[in-house]
């Protein structure tokens, strides 16, 4: 089985910054891509930022210039370090990984659990 914990979630001022790591764990053989979605009330759950097993990376253009999504692929986790975070920075933030076991011939789409970023002005 393959989990997915977020942390480093939590309360900040506006302009200030927090960095959210995600571990997967579990039978893994390989990882592809690894992306941070976020869900605030009421709206639906939309890409953040994602990365590819390369190092390649995409952004929504809400966080251009402020977010930066990292990966270690040796550790199996991926960060997003959140600068000059904004009110509307506030949701739940989910990890979602595409992730093949040792069991597994395919990849599977894999959530973690969210954290909670909350962002005051």
């Known amino acids: 089985q393959v989990q997915l914990v977020e942390s480093g979630g939590g309360l900040v001022q506006a302009g200030g910054s927090l960095r959210l790591s995600c571990a997967a764990s579990g039978s893994i053989f390989s990882i592809n891509d690894m992306r941070w979605y976020r869900q605030a009330p009421g709206k639906q759950r939309e890409l953040v930022a994602a990365i590819t097993s390369g190092g390649r990376t995409n952004y929504a253009d809400s966080v251009k210039g402020r977010f930066t999504i990292s990966r270690d692929n040796a550790k199996n986790t991926v960060y997003l370090q959140m600068n000059s975070l904004k009110p509307v920075d506030t949701a739940v933030y989910y990890c979602?990984?595409?992730?093949?076991?040792?069991?597994?011939?395919?990849?599977?789409?894999?959530w973690g659990q969210g954290t909670q970023v909350t962002v005051s002005s």
């Open positions: 979602n990984a595409d992730v093949k076991s040792y069991s597994g011939s395919t990849y599977f789409s894999r």
